[in-house]
């Protein structure tokens, strides 16, 4: 019997050879018909015998191509034509637009191989892609997706590549950004006064200069890598020395698998992660017996390591290097530079040489950072590869589109469309100007390409957040979000849950709304809102953001909790680099109460035992003390000692953690000769303790069995895999974030999340 099936597709199914794989089904299948884009997708018309139309809308969903995300098949029944051929017809514009934009995706094995084949006509051309590979969000100035209006544009197609783009049966139908040597971009090579170098062949001639020794800015997918050979001390010390970071960790890349595995280790779930098309820096184990020059990670026990994901990363790798120090191109704490006058301006001093290109790059995009943890791969940093896919929320805005902000550091912003939430790259610390101008960049491209006009605007409760005053001035209806509340919220918007739970929210700091500074939360919440039901006990931060950097003075704070009048002595014996004098001024401070908040922050209690066990005594880098520390805990990874500390009521309904027990407990062995990683290794244990504690006696004052963990503190791999299995034995259901990263990168999801739950209820 012959049927005719109206098949509408929705999700990422535009700029990712959507229709030819239509095409080629349909041909396989005999079924006549057509396809064709419209604004919210691809809608399809199929006619044939019935079996094989049952057999096209199966295959549809399992045999897409590689960069299709499906989010919806809807189907309908319509009376038969009589066609008998299928075609391809023309894109139907108007209308609202809907449509997925898809991330920028590492080049493909089909244009790899022809990358590798002298017969080919893209022969070892640094731009190749195709429709499953290559730029994407990085080079959208607008939507929709036509090669006029991304920053291919100024290249006009040779006949060869019309001919592909043009033919349903090629790789390359309708691939936009696709060009050849003979009408695409080319790679340039400058010395470091901008003056051009006289070589045949760039690439060859960079390979041989950093494997020299020298410094290049190379241009890759979202702005400039600084590159060095990563087994060549003196380069790397140079390079940090240019750079002013002195140890925060340089990220890598290698040829392939079996290098990352030489020099690291990696698991079954990261191999997966690293040859994915998102090629994120994945953080692993250093593996002894590497070649890796020491100062690209000192005092870490991991390398960031990452695979080429471009056309000019896979040639430079073939150069003879172990690995490739690729950090981005930037000095300590500015964004990075993507444009190719900026890396003149502000790269200039840091490369000895620059290879550019001039393909430009509308949006900058950071490489993105994960790590495997609790057997799933989690985001510390959600950029490159990920940006602008979007994530569900378990609700709808309600026609309302909501622009969620995020908080101050390692922010990112989001904006909501239905019921999806479409993060932005990562934008770096607002307070830093150019972050900030980034930010609003970021605003502007996101409202684009999604074309939604926000009516309503979602920020922290931190007054004085460049973000918050920057949702203060859109004009717009404004919900506040509590920090804490949106880290668990993130959580609940990722798993799709409505329902109450336990949050427990780790992190460094949050404005809390009592006038101290929150970051050890126990909150029962849903999305619509949340009460703080315990906390670490509250102690004083003399001098505020300078005890954030200064891991002794949070630690001098604990010994006072603990000791009391003994602490002098033991800050002495622990504590060398701080002096009598910076005693006296903090307890001076803490005394009189000047500039001397109250915190809870479980960030500040890892600095302070950090700085305790005398591993790090100064955060040079964002969390360095904890991170640290987690690395001396790994050492002693068998060790199952636990330090009691008292949970005390507060008076309110709600109980506090007294973690000072837990440091006089640590301070004590250490004082007793007990190894630094044995303390280490039980600090987190007693506070996986603590936490599954709070977790109980809130559940029996609740009933609530479901627990909720989040905030930048779960980025320690030690923790989380203590504090789950515990929690799962007592009989929780435990939810954790996979899809955003757990530190603040996520908070705008939280946000987004609990402003669409709100406006819902209104
Ligand atoms: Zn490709
Ligand atoms: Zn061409
Ligand atoms: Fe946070």
Avoid at 48 to 71: H, M
Avoid at 82 to 106: H, N
Avoid at 740 to 759: E, F, M, Y
Wanted: hydrophobic share 40%; proline share 5%; net charge negative.
């Amino acid at each position: 019997m012959t049927r005719r099936l109206e098949i509408t597709v929705r999700g990422m199914v535009q700029g990712v050879g959507f229709r030819p794989f239509v095409h080629g089904l349909a041909a396989r299948l005999r079924l006549a018909g057509f396809v064709r884009n419209d604004p919210h997708g691809v809608e399809i018309e199929v006619e044939g015998p019935s079996p094989a139309v049952d057999a096209f809308v199966a295959q549809l969903g399992t045999s897409a191509p590689p960069l299709a995300r499906i989010q919806e098949v809807l189907t309908r029944e319509r009376p038969a034509a009589g066609e008998k051929t299928f075609v391809i017809l023309r894109s139907v514009g108007a209308g609202e637009r809907t449509v997925l934009i898809a991330p920028d995706q590492a080049t493909c094995g089909d244009c790899l191989r022809e990358l590798r084949d002298p017969g080919d006509r893209r022969y070892r051309y640094p731009f190749i892609n195709c429709t499953n590979c290559g730029p994407r969000y990085t080079i959208i100035r607008d939507v929709p997706y036509d090669r006029a209006n991304t920053t291919m544009a100024e290249f006009s197609m040779c006949q060869d590549c019309r001919a592909e783009y043009e033919n349903p049966a090629d790789r390359r139908f309708h691939a936009e950004p696709t060009c050849c040597p003979a009408c695409g971009p080319h790679v340039e090579l400058l010395d470091a006064q901008g003056g051009r170098v006289a070589c045949t062949d760039p690439i060859a001639e960079t390979i041989r200069l950093l494997s020299e020794g020298h410094i290049v800015a190379v241009k890759g997918l979202g702005g400039f890598h600084l590159a060095c050979d990563a087994t060549r001390a003196e380069a790397v010390r140079l390079l940090r020395r240019r750079k002013q970071r002195d140890l925060k960790p340089f990220a890598l890349m290698v040829r392939d698998l079996d290098t990352a595995a030489r020099i690291s280790e990696v698991s079954d779930e990261a191999r997966a992660a690293l040859v994915g098309p998102e090629r994120p820096i994945l953080l692993m184990k250093k593996r002894s017996g590497h070649r890796i020059a020491d100062e690209v990670a000192p005092r870490s026990d991991s390398f960031g390591v990452m695979l080429p994901y471009t056309p000019i990363h896979e040639l430079l790798m073939e150069g003879p290097f172990e690995a490739l120090v690729m950090t981005s191109g930037n000095l300590t704490d500015e964004p990075i530079a993507f444009t190719n006058d900026d890396a003149l301006t502000h790269l200039m001093g840091l490369a000895d040489y620059f290879l550019l290109h001039n393909r430009a790059i509308h949006i900058r995009t950071d490489d993105s950072v994960t790590r495997v943890i609790a057997g799933r791969q989690r985001f510390l940093r959600r950029s490159r590869g990920y940006a602008p896919f979007p994530v569900a929320l378990p609700v709808e805005s309600a026609g309302r589109e909501i622009l969620a902000v995020g908080p101050e550091l390692s922010a990112a912003l989001c904006l909501t469309r239905g019921s999806q939430a479409f993060l932005s790259h990562h934008l770096g610390d607002l307070y830093n100007l150019a972050s900030y101008d980034a930010f609003l960049q970021a605003v502007e491209h996101l409202e684009n390409l999604l074309a939604v006009a926000p009516s309503l605007v979602a920020c922290d409760m931190h007054p004085a957040y460049a973000s918050t005053r920057y949702a203060r001035s859109c004009g717009l209806p404004v919900i506040a979000v509590q920090h804490h509340h949106a880290h668990i919220a993130s959580v609940l918007a990722e798993t799709g849950r409505t329902d109450r739970v336990i949050g427990v929210a780790f992190d460094g700091l949050g404005w809390g709304e009592d006038g101290t500074v929150w970051g050890g939360e126990f909150l029962i919440c849903d999305l619509g809102g949340y009460q703080r039901v315990g906390h670490l006990a509250v102690v004083p931060q003399p001098g505020g953001d300078v005890s954030s950097k200064k891991t002794v003075r949070m630690g001098y704070v604990y010994l006072l909790e603990a000791y009391g009048e003994r602490a002098e002595r033991l800050a002495e014996a622990l504590e060398p680099d701080l002096s009598a004098d910076e005693r006296r001024v903090i307890a001076r401070q803490i005394d009189r109460g000047v500039n001397c908040p109250g915190t809870s922050s479980m960030g500040r209690l890892f600095d302070a035992a950090s700085a305790l066990l005398g591993i790090c005594t100064e955060n040079t880098y964002h969390a360095q003390a904890p991170m640290e520390l987690e690395a001396m805990a790994w050492e002693a990874r068998a060790e199952s000692g636990v330090y009691t500390c008292a949970i005390e009521e507060t008076g309110e309904g709600a109980c506090a953690v007294r973690a000072s027990d837990i440091i006089r407990a640590m301070a004590d062995d250490f004082g007793n000769g007990v190894s630094q990683a044995i303390c280490a290794a039980r600090f987190h244990n007693s506070v996986s303790h603590a936490a599954v504690q709070v977790c109980k006696r809130i559940r029996e004052k609740t009933g609530l069995e479901t627990v909720a963990l989040s905030g930048g503190v779960f980025a320690n791999a030690y923790l989380l895999e203590r504090i789950m299995p515990l929690l799962e034995e007592e009989g929780f259901e435990v939810l954790l974030n996979s899809l955003t990263p757990a530190g603040d990168g996520g908070v705008c999801l939280g946000q987004a999340a609990v402003a669409a739950w709100r406006c819902r209820c209104v």
